[in-house]
């Protein structure tokens, strides 16, 4: 449990921001096993976990959900899609047709593969970004985060290295750590992942005699940094790989998401041999659905099956066949680019607010399609630290350290603007910027205000993601 702070009251119970009620604590106290010292472990079970277990720890945002998610405070932590433009009467019309005309299938075990006409549907999808796909190379996935996870235990033993751009997204970060991976990043600026740095950090890997197992990067609009690999760096950094014998796993969750309707060739369509593609509908449909996939080499995809099925025996069959109906029968890339237009109004109302209040001496990227602003904060200021000041004063965001492997981005923040309204951005963003000028105003008469140790990285939640 992480440290309680400040209990608030919350419709006549304390919410601690650990977002367990005093009541539930006290429930577990009681429940908890004396160790030989006679002091309370909260946990009888410690001792018996596996290794690999070390590496797991809570988002930091999750501990101040129950706080951060109350109606008052405006959220730009989260990364949760903004699914309030979907058609949901008539999707559950096609969802009762689909039971009613093909039930004792959807309702049935399926193949760990995924159903064929959904994956032939997926390389139609792909496609759009210069991908050519052969449906038999398609894994579906509960989330592209089941991929991430196959893709890692498939690939890396403890101590591999897995090269990753810094900041990367937390889930990722999660699967890494769960598998006993070392990550490595690798720089990024306003252009994506720097090709010579990438060079770098495989010279210092093979200087200390390490493996590096796969380069892991997300091209298009990146969780969290906001930015997209430049088109020229592309073919490049797919050959860095190549040359040196790391495979690429590329994750584009938002790769349809660009405001202007403009997609980027996908590194797979550079290099189908070496390069492991993940993707998802959570962005561009229902994240609730929970169906994604990865295309993969012909060789490496009979193992990614054998891996989902010993994981999941098979995606669900339903989920399968509703996103597949709705791929059929609605106007699928309309409502994408109704998604983006939602998106757009958002980001430009967060990057005006920024420009409006946010004090000198801070920096922010300019995304051009997905959810994310990455912003910098004058040095002095940890954004871990002043979190808890900042939900005081309503409003959250993702600290940077949750990013990195190795305690980094403490002058770093995410702001999420895809599900707050223009107007609560606006809002947000103005709070925030209250909060660091009274910061900067510490570390002024103070010096630097970071309390907190280096942490390392932590698994995802929908908070988070
Ligand atoms: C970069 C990235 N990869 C993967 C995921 C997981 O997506 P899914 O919902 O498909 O599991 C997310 C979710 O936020 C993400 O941002």
């Known amino acids: 449990m992480t440290q309680v702070e400040s209990p608030r009251r919350s419709q006549g119970r304390v919410v601690t921001l650990d977002g367990l009620t005093a009541d539930t604590c006290e429930v577990l106290m009681t429940a908890s096993t004396p160790d030989r010292s006679g002091r309370h472990n909260l946990d009888p079970h410690l001792d018996r976990y596996a290794a690999r ?96 996870d196959m893709v890692t235990r498939l690939f890396c033993d403890p101590g591999d290295i897995v090269l990753a751009e810094g900041p990367s997204y937390v889930g ?7 598998y006993q991976a070392q990550v490595v990043h690798v720089a990024m600026d306003d252009d994506g992942l720097v090709p010579e740095a990438l060079r770098e950090a495989l010279a210092q890997a093979a200087k200390a005699g390490k493996r590096v197992k796969f380069l892991y990067t997300i091209p298009n609009f990146h ?38 309707g403009q997609t980027y ?13 993940l993707g998802s509908f959570s962005k561009t449909f ?13 060789a490496v995809r009979e193992k990614l099956v054998l891996a989902a099925e ?41 990057l005006g607010a920024l420009e409006q209040h946010m004090p000198t001496g801070c920096s922010w990227t300019t995304p051009d399609g997905g959810f994310y602003v990455w912003v910098t904060v004058p040095e002095g200021v940890d954004t871990k630290a002043m979190l808890p000041r900042a939900v005081t004063a309503r409003v959250a965001y993702a600290s940077g350290t949750g990013f990195y492997a190795d305690g980094f981005g403490s002058r770093q923040m995410r702001l999420s603007y895809c599900y707050p309204t223009p107007e609560r951005i606006r809002e947000g963003v103005r709070r925030l910027a209250g909060v660091l000028e009274s910061e900067m105003d510490l570390v002024r008469t103070f010096g630097n205000v970071s309390m907190k140790p280096i942490s390392g990285p932590e698994n995802p939640s929908p908070d988070t993601a």
């Open 310 to 350: 010993s994981a999941t025996l098979c995606p669900p069959t339903l989920n399968q066949m509703i996103v597949s109906r709705y791929l059929t029968t609605h106007d699928w890339k309309g409502q994408i680019k109704t998604f983006r237009e939602n998106y757009r109004e958002r980001r430009d109302a967060i």
């Open 223 to 260: 969780n969290p940094a906001g930015v997209t690999l430049a088109v020229e760096r592309r073919a490049e950094i797919v050959e860095i790989c190549r040359a040196h014998g790391v495979l690429v796993i590329e994750d584009n969750p938002y790769g349809l998401l660009g405001f202007d």
């Open 53 to 148: 277990t070390a590496g797991m720890t809570a988002s930091e945002i999750r501990a101040l959900f129950a706080v951060a998610s109350r109606p008052e405070v405006v959220s730009l932590a989260g990364g949760m899609p903004n699914l309030a433009a979907l058609p949901l009467e008539s999707l559950s019309t096609q969802i009762g047709e689909l039971i009613a005309d093909e039930g004792l299938v959807a309702l049935q075990y399926g193949s760990a593969h995924g159903i064929p006409v959904l994956r032939e549907q997926i390389c139609e999808i792909m496609a759009l970004e210069g991908i050519s796909a052969h449906p038999d190379d398609v894994v579906v996935t509960v989330g592209s985060q089941m991929g991430l």
């Open 286 to 298: 229902a994240s609730g659905l929970r169906v994604g996939w990865v295309l993969a080499p012909h």
């Open 172 to 178: 990722a970060l999660g699967s890494f750590a769960a």
């Open 265 to 277: 060739p996908a590194l797979r369509s550079l290099d189908p041999d070496n390069v492991i593609y």
